[in-house]
């Protein structure tokens, strides 16, 4: 296990901000993890690099969660239970499910990023949320020094949250999650554009593949790759507000996009209160807002991370003073 300095997060995030860190491990075993820990404390546990925005160098030690294996735990006569390592990539791992037709993923397909930090924001897209599928998971407690079960009721996981994310910030590096997966797949194809893509794909009895393939198609038409273009998805989360607070908006906006969402409150489309404030297809130097997704701000080519973190801020800044609303980040910034 090699603790390398100086070292370059340029490959390790979608945003491609070229950010260095003091120092840098990669762990494959708890083991190593372990190791690590008496030695140093990491300041940073990074998976993908595709929820964070790298705003300035990391004065200390990254550690990357290389920890992999995909295991069958159980299984009863409805569902399989398996857990897959925190290192393993989550849309390699969908795939490893629905090749062996166990239903509940497919419609995570394509989300970037790694196993372990999908309950860290409680991953969701297309009317499902990993919390759907999730049994357990187990995490390296830093308070307490050793490596706990967590289940769902532990997690406390909410729209793009958990205690991950909210009351237990930091304190858990995750290992291992397992999910709990339908043995006779059950669809879920009524959210978004998914039933008009299966049928633009000639599907009639669609399988839980089709599904998934609907959803990739989808994904690659509406959101850009950060392949292409440096990026981290939705930048904030939707927000959701009371109902007095909807009302009063729709007085004046009666075609703003809105959602029912738990406990008669209102989600409403962040993307769309950007764009009312004329940000989308912004740019100044290299940072801006995607030209079709104002919900998605972009690098396009060399911006530094402040320059967009500046540029989230004034649009947070613009969508309250128009609209009332203090948008939340959903990226993690660093
Ligand atoms: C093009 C694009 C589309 C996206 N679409 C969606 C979408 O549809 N739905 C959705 O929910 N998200 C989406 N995302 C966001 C992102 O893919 C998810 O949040 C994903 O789970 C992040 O995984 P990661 O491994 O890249 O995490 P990272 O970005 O590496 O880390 C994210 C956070 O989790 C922490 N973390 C990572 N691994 C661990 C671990 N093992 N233990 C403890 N903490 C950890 C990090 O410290 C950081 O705070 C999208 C992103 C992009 C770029």
Redesign the pocket.
């Known amino acids: 296990m090699l603790i390398e300095k100086d070292f370059s997060l340029l490959p390790f995030n ?1 945003f491609h901000l070229d950010v260095r860190a003091a120092e840098f491990v990669s762990v494959k075993t708890i083991n190593d993890l372990e190791d690590v820990i008496r030695q140093k404390t990491p300041l ?9 925005l790298l705003s300035k160098k990391v004065e200390g030690l990254v550690m990357k ?1 290389d920890i992999g294996g995909i295991d069958e735990v159980k299984e009863d006569h409805t569902h399989i239970y398996v857990r897959a390592g ?1 290192g393993e990539n ?1 849309h390699d791992f969908v795939n490893y499910t629905m090749q062996r037709n166990w239903g509940g993923l497919e419609n995570l397909s394509l ?4 196993v ?3 309950p ?2 409680n ?3 297309y009317g499902v949320e990993l919390k759907d599928t999730f049994y357990e998971l187990e ?1 390296y407690d830093r308070k307490e020094q050793k490596v706990f079960t967590l289940g769902v009721n532990d997690c406390r996981f909410g729209y ?1 949250d958990s205690i ?1 994310k909210s009351a237990e910030k930091g304190r ?4 291992n999650v397992t999910f709990v997966l339908r043995k006779s797949p059950v669809l879920h194809t009524s959210y978004g554009a998914i039933r008009e893509e299966l049928r633009k794909m000639g599907v009639e009895s669609p399988t839980i593949r089709d599904v998934s393939q609907a959803v990739i198609n989808i994904r690659r038409s509406k ?4 392949a292409d273009i440096g ?4 930048f904030f989360k939707n927000p959701v507000v009371d109902q007095a607070k909807f009302v009063s908006l729709s007085e004046n906006y009666s075609d703003m996009p809105a959602y029912p969402h738990e406990d008669k409150s209102v989600k409403l489309a962040a993307g769309w209160l950007i764009e009312q404030c004329g940000w989308k297809g912004y740019r100044k130097g290299d940072a801006g807002v995607h030209k079709d997704q104002a919900l998605v701000l972009v690098n396009y080519g060399h911006a530094k991370g402040k320059e967009i973190l500046e540029l989230s801020e004034k649009i947070e800044d613009s969508v309250y003073r128009k609209f009332g609303i203090m948008l939340e980040r959903e990226v ?1 910034v660093v």
Not at 44 to 52: E, K, Q, R, Y
Not at 172 to 175: A, F, Q
């Open positions: 979608s940073l546990i990074l998976g993908g690099g595709s929820n964070l969660m925190a989550w989300i970037p990023g790694q372990g930090a999908a860290i924001q991953i969701g897209a995490a793009r991950f858990y590096i995750i290992l959101l850009p790759d950060p990026n981290a998805g939705s993690n």
